[in-house]
């Protein structure tokens, strides 16, 4: 964000919407749910909140579907609280970061197996050729000075 002040007040909207969602709502289908980011544009009208939830597909669905039920609630709270002249309008996003951190270590876990087992094969491995395979320079002899 090259706005700081769009940076401050999405900060204090990400404070404030975990603070009512540690409360709780009464939406039973509400899973636990984390903040992980919010993102205000420039004119501070919209904001984006990015969040996770611990569950299965089914929970994650039903949470989503908590959150945009919720969403004038929790507008209504921003608003209150955030003292701006206009309250920005709240979207709800999931946020993939995890699932893709996760792919990710999986990733990098497979590179380090196959790097071990590189490793293991050049541990006992020979030459396929001589073990000096540089051309050497001949030397003179003692006969082809006298020419």
Same mark, same amino acid.
């Given at each position: ?55 299965? $597909? #089914?929970?994650? %669905?039903?949470? +989503?579907? /908590?959150?945009? @039920? ?45 790097? $071990? #087992?590189?490793? %293991?094969?050049? +541990?006992? /491995?020979?030459? @396929? ?19």
């Amino acid at each position: 964000m090259s706005n700081p002040r769009a940076g401050k007040v999405a900060e204090r909207i990400q404070q404030i919407i975990a603070r009512r969602l540690e409360k709780g709502l009464r939406d039973p289908r509400l899973g636990f749910v984390t903040i992980t980011d919010v993102r205000v544009t420039g004119d501070l009208q919209n904001a984006s909140v990015f969040y996770t939830v611990y569950g299965s $597909e #089914e929970e994650q %669905a039903d949470t +989503a579907a /908590a959150l945009k @039920a919720a969403t004038g609630m929790l507008r209504s709270e921003v608003g209150k609280q955030l003292g701006t002249r206009l309250t920005p309008t709240l979207e709800f996003i999931h946020d993939e970061l995890p699932e893709s951190a996760q792919h990710l270590s999986e990733l990098l876990a497979e590179a380090k197996r196959r790097d $071990e #087992e590189s490793a %293991a094969l050049a +541990a006992g /491995a020979s030459y @396929a050729g001589e073990a000096d395979p540089y051309v050497k320079p001949r030397e003179d002899d003692e006969d082809d000075d006298t020419v």
